[in-house]
């Protein structure tokens, strides 16, 4: 579907044809050999890749969770040349609060569908009225049903001009942000661009690691850096291919269902807050709605050139003087520090660290993070 400057109507369906071939190639796959450890260090284990390109080639439909998204409301919009993608679910009460959510990679809006019916009814989810927002959620350009940018340039900066513009098409004069990965980036330089109507944001990945390195840390933070560095050497490989070559891997990603799936599968495991043994905090059905919707768009190579946009950027935007609450989740990399949001947000009104949750922090823990977004805001309304 075209879009245009005006806001439309958008619903999506997969072609017969697509999901046949998804299949072939599922059932056709050329395996590499069985990896030298019996860990998850050099990327996903030959029987745990094997088991879900299984799944997903004799048990997935996707047609069910088609039809779950298409419940909600869908539109698309032109943003400085680029169809954007975007649900917007509005709450029966008049005076809900507007909130934009923005995902990153490898995630989409998939993330944030167990929180909209929370979110736009409390009253039915544990919450009250008072708790009622709008709900706002945009596939990133090169993400899910947003257009892919035919050039380069769609920066953290410029996604964040383009959101401002979206919100207000829309009609809001009033609204909260939130984000995490690319979204908590794009999120704070919407607030440090002071977008007209934005009045606070809530991060659950906030880009403060400080730069420089604080001299004699104390214990925790020291655990938080070190964790942090071990990181960089031992799964940094997916940002530094990303940043410098998205073409090339985005090839093999889009010619292979079994590399996507692959390609997935190690963040899935790596970054979310699972018990030992388990692959993912994350259900077999989540997993592979996220994986089939990156293969059906065929955004593999698209949005990997998020990073290449991106590169050369750090963990640490800077300063942000509008109100800002944070949600800290333990399996996070890396875990970053109240002292650390304090020095970048003088605003900075709400902080909690929670018990349970990773990098996919909505999708894991809906519930906890509907919580959060409700006792953040409560006081804004």
Not at 128 to 155: E, Q, R, Y
């Amino acid at each position: 579907m075209r879009a245009t400057d005006d806001v439309l109507p958008f619903h999506y369906e997969a072609d017969d044809a697509a999901l046949d071939d998804l299949r072939h190639r599922l059932a056709v796959a050329r395996w590499s050999d069985r990896e030298t450890v019996n860990d998850w260090t050099q990327g996903p284990p030959l029987h745990a890749l094997q088991a879900f390109v299984a799944t997903w080639r004799d048990n997935y439909d996707w047609r069910t969770f088609e039809r779950r998204l298409n419940r909600f409301p869908q539109y698309r919009t032109v943003i400085d040349g680029v169809g954007i993608h975007f649900l917007h679910v509005r709450s029966e009460r008049p005076s809900a609060l507007p909130i934009l959510l923005t995902h990153g990679w490898p995630g989409s809006i998939i993330e944030f569908l167990n929180l909209i019916e929370p979110l736009v009814d409390p009253t039915p989810h544990g919450g009250t009225m008072a708790d009622c927002f709008d709900v706002i959620i945009p596939s990133l350009p090169g993400h899910g049903f947003s257009d892919h940018p035919s050039k380069p340039g769609w920066t953290v900066d410029k996604i964040a001009d383009a959101w401002i513009e979206l919100m207000r098409r829309i009609g809001y004069s009033r609204y909260v942000a939130q984000g995490g990965d690319w979204g908590a980036m794009i999120t704070t330089r919407m607030a440090q661009k002071k977008a007209t109507g934005l009045i606070a944001i809530h991060l659950n990945y906030p880009p403060v690691f400080p730069d420089p390195l604080p001299v004699d840390p104390p214990p925790e933070e020291l655990r938080a850096i070190e964790e942090w560095q071990q990181f960089q050497r031992t799964q940094m490989g997916y940002y530094q291919i990303q940043s410098t070559q998205p073409q090339t891997i985005g090839y093999a990603l889009t010619d292979s269902p079994v590399g996507q799936a692959g390609w997935f599968l190690g963040k899935f495991h790596d970054w979310t807050d699972h018990p030992e043994g388990e692959l993912s905090a994350l259900s077999t059905e989540q997993m592979l709605d996220e994986t089939t919707l990156y293969w059906l768009t065929k955004t593999a190579t698209s949005s990997a050139r998020m990073y290449f946009d991106n590169s050369g950027g750090g963990p640490n935007l800077g300063r942000v003087e509008l109100p800002v609450g944070c949600s800290i989740f333990p399996k996070e990399k890396p875990k970053m520090q109240k002292r650390w949001a304090e020095a970048c947000y003088p605003s900075l009104f709400h902080w909690r660290e929670l018990d349970r949750g990773g990098h996919f922090a909505a999708f894991e823990q809906p519930a906890s993070f509907v919580q959060e977004l409700r006792d953040c805001f409560r006081n804004l309304r």
